[in-house]
């Protein structure tokens, strides 16, 4: 299975627009947005979007390798090293674009490397949009200096050529000096050069989000869901900072004439107490009525609340309007009463909409390239037995339709005739066709049997 692997071909297919995006976009998710200005305040609108997004893509997902004993063991460790982590791995998708989940043998199990947009490169991409050509890159820190490992990848009608590569990383992203990968404990056990024969895709599945691209028109890679709500939630930040701004500089002011403040004893000068909701004033002299008898006077302003919540709400409008959520998604007012699940497709047409063409158009197909590689590795690698592999992946509606409807609608189908019940069991369980009929249905009836001739 393993031979010796020429170096990964290719041109990079990343313009300097779309890396340019494609860094901002991940420094707006990891709080540090290009619009951030001394003294401003962030809403965390990109991590608010992502995390709604992917919890509603991921709430009902199953996925399955089938029922036997090479699915069986398949499905055990999708559960116990993929799922745990697969909201945040489509939370990243949704903040740049995509990610690339990898998955790799470690002793007797598989478990699954996430690695995010700015760290893919890839040299050559498909028609239907798959990388099958490109690097990756990997950090680690030896003797207090940073190092980098690139994982060059290749698929060839022959193969899948894979190379690694180990350099101390340098100040400016540059490159230096080569390392051996035996130096880095993190990568040790890395073969530098293989060859995967017999495989037909990349050994990984790619997370992607299904929007248009509106940066870079010749450019095939995916963008992040809130590539055009990037100036929405810039607008969102100023408005969010101002509004505290108000509020910290809207206290409670005293002004005070000057002959009714005494000198501290203590201290020897100043005013005694000091009151922590109030802004002190001291004036000179004081004249007029003020002067006269009443040394002191109160001035509270008026905090415009209302205001700063309409321009919120507004913006609020065009960020699900951008990001294709349902209008009122992100709102002040809070919603009373409960809702059929009829009422929530009607209602939330647009967020329903969003999340089913993320789950149809930029999931599925990853995670399913995902199990085809457990599969492969489980073969290289003899961690389980032979047996039939039959993958599938399911998301479930709940959270948008009445389930109940939808299951007499559907065994309405099976009862005429339209319909194979083994398709409504395994969409009702969230399991392969196949898996619906050895493990879930019954045994024929023998009165429906016909007899042997």
């Not at 399955?64 to 945040?88: E, M, T, V, Y």
């Not at 340098?170 to 890395?190: F, S």
């Not at 409008?317 to 009607?346: H, Y």
Request: with cysteine.
């Amino acid at each position: 299975m393993f031979q010796s692997a020429p170096t990964a071909p290719g041109e990079l297919q990343v313009s300097e627009k779309m890396a340019n995006a494609i860094t901002n976009w991940l420094l707006a998710f990891y709080q540090q947005p290009a619009w951030l200005e001394k003294g401003y305040r962030v809403t965390n609108t990109p991590i608010s979007v992502t995390d709604y997004m992917s919890t509603l893509a991921c709430n009902e997902i199953a996925m399955s390798a089938g029922a036997s004993a090479r699915g069986n063991w398949i499905n055990d460790q999708l559960a116990r090293f993929l799922l745990p982590q697969l909201k945040n791995a489509v939370q990243l998708a949704g903040a740049g674009g995509r990610v690339v989940v990898k998955p790799y043998p470690s002793g007797r199990n598989i478990y699954c490397e996430i690695v995010p947009a700015d760290r893919i490169y890839p040299t050559r991409i498909s028609g239907a949009g798959v990388t099958e050509a490109g690097f990756f890159t990997d950090f680690a820190i030896l003797r207090g200096r940073k190092v980098v490992r690139v994982e060059a990848f290749d698929l060839q009608p022959d193969g899948l050529y894979i190379q690694n590569r180990a350099y101390w990383y340098n100040a400016g992203d540059a490159l230096g000096g080569e390392l051996a990968l035996t130096e880095v404990p993190e990568w040790a056990g890395l073969e530098p050069e293989v060859v995967i024969r017999g495989v037909d895709r990349p050994l990984f599945g790619e997370l992607r989000m299904p929007m248009a691209n509106t940066v870079d028109e010749t450019s095939k890679l995916p963008v992040s869901m809130y590539a055009r709500a990037t100036d929405t939630m810039a607008e969102l930040d100023r408005i969010y900072s101002e509004f505290l701004w108000e509020i910290h500089t809207g206290k409670r002011k005293r002004i005070v004439d000057r002959t009714a403040i005494r000198p501290d004893k203590v201290t020897g000068g100043g005013v005694p107490f000091k009151d922590q909701v109030t802004d002190l004033y001291l004036t000179m002299d004081l004249t007029g009525d003020m002067g006269q008898g009443d040394p002191f006077r109160d001035y509270t302003p008026t905090l415009r609340v209302e205001d700063y919540q309409k321009a919120i709400d507004i913006q609020c409008r065009l960020l699900e309007r951008q990001t294709g959520f349902s209008p009122g998604t992100f709102s002040f007012d809070i919603k009373t009463g409960r809702m059929t699940a009829t009422q929530v497709v009607s209602d939330d047409k647009e967020t329903y909409n969003t999340t089913k063409a993320i789950q149809e158009n930029g999931l599925r197909q990853g995670l399913l390239d995902l199990m085809y590689a457990y599969d492969v590795y489980a073969t290289l690698y003899g961690l389980a037995p032979t047996g039939a592999f039959d993958p599938s992946v399911s998301f479930g509606d709940s959270i948008f339709e009445d389930t109940g409807v939808e299951f007499a609608r559907r065994k309405g189908l099976v009862d005429s005739g339209y319909l194979r019940p083994e398709l409504l069991v395994g969409w009702y369980f969230g399991v392969s066709e196949q898996e619906a009929r050895e493990k879930y249905m019954p045994e024929p009836s023998p009165m429906l049997r016909f007899p042997e001739e």
